[in-house]
């Protein structure tokens, strides 16, 4: 996914990941296609939780909900994830898409199930 590692803070259980969309992601109008948009934000939130579980845990989806605020076009993206409230059944994700210039492009929010990380992944 064109995907590079910026920051996490602990405290506020937040991820930091920069993304750089290959072009075969680009529309012939120069945008992102919104299915790879959801694709991103679903990388952010999912690391905020592996990271706010000290790789322990995984987030398996129950359902996403994205809304595309401006078109999100060619180009370096930054995206932040964070753990909104862990239980020990649900957790509840955000995540947020920004360009270089600090707009915000797009948002996500996710419910998720935690569930124990497969071995073999970074």
Aim: hydrophobic fraction near 45%; aromatic fraction near 8%.
């Amino acid at each position: 996914m064109g995907v590079e590692f910026d920051n996490f803070d602990a405290e506020r259980e937040e991820i930091t990941l920069r993304f750089t969309a290959p072009d075969s992601f680009i529309t012939p109008r120069g945008s992102v296609q919104g299915g790879l948009v959801a694709g991103f934000l679903d990388e952010v939130m999912g690391w905020a939780h592996v990271w706010a579980t000290d790789r322990a845990e995984a987030p398996l989806n129950l359902e996403i909900s994205m809304s595309l605020l401006k078109p999100v076009m060619a180009g370096p993206l930054i995206g932040k994830g964070r753990v909104v409230r862990r239980g020990r059944k649900v957790i509840f994700l955000e995540g947020e898409l920004f360009d270089e210039a600090g707009k915000l492009l797009a948002r996500a929010t996710s419910t998720a199930i935690p569930t124990p990380r497969p071995t073999g992944n970074t």
